[in-house]
């Protein structure tokens, strides 16, 4: 599975951005969706997840604020991000789950998204 990352920059408080991610290769592979962030000096924590029912996970800190869709389609999941925040600031990981064994797992290159107050 290879992960290409879209979307992303810079935004002032209270704006909106959107994050797409397009998955290609093995695609039956992949359990779920999603993105995780990362911000200087903090660990890698959980934003958004989809899997292929529908059902979602969000982080406690952005539910309400972002939502996760995913275009079976295009195999493509996008993240809408409002209401953004200066703690939303941090590099953005796309990230697909292995249905079958999480070592599998698979990680897009990081995108930055930075909120100016």
């Known amino acids: 599975v290879q992960l290409q990352a879209s979307g992303g920059g810079s935004v002032r408080a209270g704006g909106s951005l959107r994050l797409s991610c397009a998955a290609s290769?093995?695609?039956?592979?992949?359990?779920?969706m999603g993105w995780y962030r990362q911000a200087p000096g903090k660990e890698r924590d959980l934003v958004a997840t989809?899997?292929?029912?529908?059902?979602?996970k969000y982080g406690d800190s952005v539910n309400g604020r972002f939502a996760i869709s995913s275009d079976d389609a295009k195999n493509t999941v996008t993240l809408q991000m409002n209401s953004l925040k200066p703690e939303d600031t941090a590099v953005y990981y796309c990230?697909?789950?292995?249905?079958?064994?999480?070592?599998?797992?698979?990680w897009g290159q990081g995108t930055q998204v930075t909120v100016s107050s």
């Open positions: 990230y697909a789950g292995n249905r079958w064994n999480s070592r599998f797992d698979v």
């Open positions: 989809i899997n292929k029912r529908g059902d979602t």
């Open positions: 290769g093995n695609i039956f592979s992949i359990k779920d």
